[in-house]
Structure formats: C-alpha cells, structure tokens
C-alpha cells in the first residue's frame, strides 16, 4: 500500500506523520507511548490499518513533537497535535487514540470544547 512519510516544520514544532487512503473523511490516529518515531515501522502501521482506507478514509498517523522538553503532559500533546491539525487544514475528522493516544486524543476534544 502507498504512504508518504511527512513531516510538519514551524516555529512552534517539527512533527513526523504518515499519510495513506484517499477518502473523504479524515481519519486521525494517536498511537500510544513509543521510544521511536513512527516512520521506523510505517510499513506494519499501514499494513494494520489499511482497512480504514479500505474504507474511504484518510489516515494520518502522528507522532510526539521532536523538541519536546520534558515534562511533556499529555494537555501539551493534545495541544501540539491541535495546531498542527489546524496548519494542515484538516477538516471532518475522526481521532482514534491508541493508549497513551486515546488520552491525548480525549484531551484534543476537551481543548477544542475550550476554546
């Protein structure tokens, strides 16, 4: 299956990303706690996903910023994830947090209930 391996650069972050599927709804994938990034393993993260682009979805799948100080709290993950969502441009969108991902996925949507 295709992906692109991406990366977002701003001032405020660097992020990597993997991107598969073409469909019209967005998926998001916040996978749990990891030492690497995730493009070390991209070929297994689509393989095992690749029912949701099956599926007519979008998948992207996020990593932790890379020039995270630490204490890094999940409140600073989800935020960090928002605004990179937000410079992307990413709209009708699905999370799915995966451990540690679905508590920064449930922080994404109390932050955005926020604001």
Known sequence: MDY????FVSD???MDFL???SGDRNLIIIPG???KSILTMADVIVQGNSIFSKNGFSVCVFCRREDASYPYSIEQMASDTLYVLKELALENL?????SQ???IAQSMVLQEQEA
Request: proline share 0%; with cysteine.
């Open 4 to 7: 692109s391996a991406e990366k």
């Open 12 to 14: 405020k972050c660097r």
């Open 19 to 21: 991107k598969f599927g």
């Open 33 to 35: 706690l990891n030492v």
């Open 94 to 98: 699905y999370l799915y947090g995966h």
């Open 101 to 103: 991902g679905e508590m």
